[in-house]
């Protein structure tokens, strides 16, 4: 009985060293498994017309996240998977955006761990580590097979095609084991993959995925020989001390005592054994226990692998939202950290991470697509970036964001400037819902609106970045009035903050950051000139108002300056409604009098008739 013990400490010491760092080597550089969740929100689970899938990025390559936008027609030479090194040149069909590690960007090979193309397809992964792996130096890694379908697909079918039959059928490209997920308007794909295999599934609602096989479980030997016999395994049974219960493996929980409500358990064969209350759970790893009751020396525990917990947890989270799902819930997941769901992984951990947030619409998904990205969703806003867009703010292609959000993250730690993080985003939101329509007034109307949509995501951009630059400045402020007015300049709407941001211009007189601010209600302006100037007949009244007072700003004259903003901003708010009543009554002027026309001719018709049936009567 010594001996199996052993034995079996021994392989658990080798499970832990293999399993959980299972690394690939590609040309000469091991690269780790990262930690990614993916959750994806079609049809009737979104509150709109659109699609949904949320990355949050651990990245395996290491380093500050960044932006980059590969423009259609772009070559580049690159190895095929094969063992000898057959360079091939690639030629990129759609546009995309992609979030690489600094130094994966152009002139570099992109390497994109979540992509958006100008198919209005959105791609995302998850690492599955196994030994079913292309062991050649010039095997893919999960960016490449990204980018492979990316580039090239035209529909969702087409992605998945590229990224099962071609990639694994034809090329047995993949140097890791992937969950890659696919997100167009129409439809959305799950796909389970390895080397030789894989699995394609329809998400019709919702999906909730991390970095563990489900369908592919039985061909993953030493999870099926340590963990469980299936992804799906539960165990709910009454113990007693000294019980030991198995998902049909070798590992296991053990009880160690039961004393009133609370069970203790430890791993077995060994683990350090960890104190559990009744109506609670705790992860021994690799496995979730939950005490469900305790009576009479006996108690009845549930056991579960850690990540089948994990996923039911956030199912029933985002199943919370069914109907109503919005990029602001996905912004809301991204920031789950272990503390909020019980000790199970956190969407939200350590640093050198990224989330993005892709958003299909229904309609016009090759130009109104959006990734909203932060570069550290724990210490830093949400950008917006429309596929249709020609260039991004420096700082997010750079790393200059991404080191600025490591900055906020050491200062205010782990959910300490979420709530002003949210406060930018609403304002976001709202404004971006305007813009939007305002260009599907446009699109109807056949015009572009590239530079239009860039003009105003680069400026939310900069916004955005100066707002993370202000919390830093608030923490070293002694004056805690002036602190505060600096972490809470924004508001329920640009007007509202645009006088938030006066107060701050009055009440500090710092120069570095009274220019900080004054670049913030100026770049705040813009976002609703360029609406205005994108609409037609824009009051005269309005212009006035925002070129005299941007004029005075440059003066100095900061508080009239802000005043004539703030009521350029105010009155600005309606000219969007009032267009779309105007543009709906032009499309419809020709239809109305169509109408009108059939009723008269029916009428006529009608009163024809009668008069003729009373004439034959007399």
């Not at 990540?307 to 997941?333: C, H, L, P, S």
């Not at 830093?472 to 941001?501: E, F, G, P, R």
């Not at 670049?519 to 360029?530: D, E, G, M, N, P």
């Amino acid at each position: 009985m010594h001996k199996i013990k052993m034995c079996l400490k021994v392989c658990l010491i080798l499970l832990t060293l293999t399993v959980p760092y299972s690394a690939f080597t590609i040309q000469g550089k091991t690269i780790m498994s990262g930690e990614c969740k993916d959750i994806v929100a079609t049809g009737d689970a979104t509150a709109g017309d659109y699609n949904l899938l949320l990355k949050v990025r651990d990245p395996s390559r290491p380093g500050p996240q960044v932006l980059c936008i590969v423009p259609e027609g772009y070559k580049y030479i690159y190895h095929l998977p094969s063992w000898r090194n057959n360079p091939q040149e690639f030629k990129v069909k759609h546009k995309f955006i992609g979030v690489v590690t600094v130094g994966d960007a152009l002139p570099n090979i992109v390497k994109a761990g979540v992509a958006l193309s100008d198919a209005g397809i959105a791609y995302g992964d998850a690492d599955s580590p196994s030994y079913w792996i292309n062991p050649s130096s010039n095997a893919w890694d999960d960016f490449d097979w990204i980018r492979y379908a990316c580039q090239t697909a035209d529909n969702e079918d087409k992605a998945v095609e590229l990224l099962t039959s071609k990639a694994v059928d034809e090329l047995h490209a993949p140097a890791v084991s992937e969950n890659l997920f696919v997100v167009g308007p129409k439809k959305a794909y799950v796909i389970e993959a390895d080397v030789v295999r894989y699995n394609v599934k329809k998400v019709e609602n919702i999906w909730v995925m991390s970095n563990y096989p489900k369908e592919l479980w039985k061909y993953r030997i030493l999870k099926r020989l340590f963990i469980a016999n299936s992804f799906n395994a539960i165990k709910d049974k009454m113990v007693k001390r000294g019980s030991t219960v198995h998902l049909g493996a070798l590992l296991g929980i053990k009880v160690v005592k039961i004393e009133n409500d609370v069970v203790t358990l430890r791993l077995f064969p060994i683990g350090k054994p960890v104190p559990v209350e009744e109506g609670h759970g705790a992860v021994l790893d690799p496995f979730w226990v939950e005490v469900v009751e305790c009576n009479n020396n006996r108690a009845r525990i549930k056991v579960m692998y850690k990540f089948k917990a994990w996923e039911e947890e956030m199912k029933k989270r985002v199943m919370e939202r069914y109907g109503k799902i919005t990029v602001q819930d996905m912004m809301n997941w991204s920031r789950l950290h272990s503390k909020d769901l019980e000790g199970l992984r956190g969407l939200c951990e350590k640093e050198n991470k990224a989330a993005a947030i892709c958003k299909i619409p229904y309609d016009y998904p090759e130009v109104l697509s959006c990734m909203w990205f932060a570069p550290d969703q724990c210490s830093s806003v949400f950008i917006p970036v429309h596929i249709c867009c020609n260039r991004i703010y420096e700082a997010y292609t750079d790393g200059s964001a991404a080191e600025l959000s490591k900055n906020v993250l050491h200062v205010y730690g782990h959910g300490g400037a979420t709530p002003y993080l949210k406060r930018v985003e609403q304002v976001f939101l709202k404004e971006i819902d305007r813009v939007e329509r305002i260009s599907r007034m446009l699109l109807n109307d056949g015009e572009n609106i590239s530079m239009f949509m860039t003009n105003v995501d680069t400026e939310m951009q900069k916004q955005a970045y100066i707002t993370q630059q202000l919390l830093l400045y608030a923490k070293n402020l002694k004056d805690k009035n002036a602190a505060k007015l600096l972490q809470t300049v924004w508001d329920t709407n640009y007007s509202t903050s645009a006088s938030n941001m006066k107060k701050v211009l009055v009440d500090i007189r710092e120069s570095t950051l009274r220019n900080l601010v004054v670049t913030l209600i100026t770049s705040v302006a813009k976002v609703r000139w360029f609406e205005l100037e994108a609409l037609p007949d824009t009051d005269e009244g309005l212009n006035v108002l925002y070129k005299e007072g941007m004029a005075l700003l440059r003066m100095g004259d900061y508080e009239k300056g802000c005043d004539l903003l703030q009521s350029f901003l105010e009155e600005s708010e309606n000219p969007v409604a009032k267009a779309e009543t105007t543009t709906f009554t032009e499309s419809g002027e020709s239809y109305s009098i169509h109408v009108i026309a059939f009723i008269i001719i029916f009428l006529i018709t009608i009163i024809a008739v009668v008069s003729v049936k009373r004439f034959k009567r007399s």
